[in-house]
């Protein structure tokens, strides 16, 4: 019973690291088709600044409209707001589990080794 119990847990902990695997490796494929770049922990040696700018009459009247476009933008969204609690709640139950379940091994493992 004891082996069936530790490879049926060992079984289902090897599921749950393939889940979030899964989960890493879409979440790297779905940044690369929307183009971003992926970040890198590395920080660059040198950094090019060649493309500066100056600002001109012609882009300093855009600059108002460009705000205000911005301050709409940032207005209350409600579905971003679910999102952000289902997200915080979803951690927070990921959270509890992984943490029960390491419980539950070093009680396995104390068990086995007496």
Request: charged share 20%.
């Amino acid at each position: 019973m004891k082996k069936f119990m530790a490879k049926s847990l060992l079984l289902g902990v090897l599921l749950f690291l393939g889940i979030l695997f899964g989960m890493q490796k879409a979440h790297n494929e779905m940044s690369e088709m929307k183009g971003e770049q992926p970040t890198s922990i590395e920080a660059p040696l040198f950094e090019k600044k060649n493309n500066v700018e100056a600002a001109s009459p012609a882009t300093a009247g855009t600059f108002e409209t460009d705000k205000q476009q911005l301050q709409k933008e940032k207005s209350f969204n409600f579905f971003s707001y679910l999102g952000q609690k289902a997200t915080a709640l979803i951690t927070s139950i990921f959270q509890t589990v992984i943490t029960v379940v390491s419980f539950v091994i070093g009680e396995i493992i104390e068990l086995l080794s007496m």
